[in-house]
T-cell receptor, first 112, second 116 residues
């Protein structure tokens, strides 16, 4: 019940295209769903986050879509750029600890 | 730089030796977390502190691991009698107290451990 399942494992997109990464969770106590971006050799950096009281959140080229009934959420990267090439992790947390449960990651490659 | 700071960034040690990592959180963040990340995997929660109190420990944190935050500021993570399976990146993170923005967790750059 603590798992967060992420797909695809890897993704190749042409510059200017849309990158879509999906995550699913089981624990209905989760109430915070962030996405982190990680470059090789670096720590994860918060990209965007959503709470279950909204179905969509947009920040620049990044959008989270959230489907509470299906217990799924996704990250959309519009107009993908080579600089977006990184590993993306979805995560979820709930309760007083705020500890994050991470998905297994998606390696995104944006070709010029 | 006022982000989460970790030291050392890289450590190579022989099997059986002890290692210690240090984390300095963002100032005014009273919560501090330790995670472990292996190649190709997402970070896994190890433990967290609120001020100096260690409030939760994962079952991943075996008896050879100990974490402290003696004055509620910096934290140390010690691994005794290291094993090759301990090779990973150890990530520290911090967050504000519970509140509207309390969920946001900021990570450091990590400390890479290689056990040979």
């Amino acid at each position: 019940q603590q798992q967060v399942k992420q797909s695809p494992q890897s993704l190749i997109v042409q510059k200017g295209g849309i990158s879509i990464i999906n995550c699913a969770y089981e624990n209905t106590a989760f109430d915070y769903f962030p996405w982190y971006q990680q470059f090789p050799g670096k720590g994860p950096a918060l990209l965007i986050a959503i709470r279950p009281d909204v179905s969509e959140k947009k920040e620049g080229r990044f959008t989270i879509s959230f489907n509470k009934s299906a217990k799924q959420f996704s990250l959309h990267i519009m107009d993908s750029q080579p600089g977006d090439s990184a590993t993306y992790f979805c995560a979820a947390s709930g309760g007083s600890s705020y500890k994050l449960i991470f998905g297994s990651g998606t390696r995104l490659l944006v070709r010029p | 730089d006022t982000g989460v700071s970790q030291d050392p960034r890289h450590k190579i040690t022989k099997r059986g030796q002890n290692v210690t990592f240090r984390c300095d959180p963002i100032s005014e963040h009273n919560r501090l977390y330790w995670y472990r990340q292996t190649l190709g995997q997402g970070p896994e929660f190890l433990t967290y502190f609120q001020n100096e109190a260690q409030l939760e420990k994962s079952r991943l944190l075996s008896d050879r691991f100990s974490a402290e935050r003696p004055k509620g500021s910096f934290s140390t993570l010690e691994i005794q009698r290291t094993e090759q399976g301990d090779s990973a990146m150890y990530l520290c993170a911090s967050s504000l107290p519970p509140g509207d923005s309390g969920n946001t967790i900021y990570f450091g750059e990590g400390s890479w451990l290689t056990v040979v």
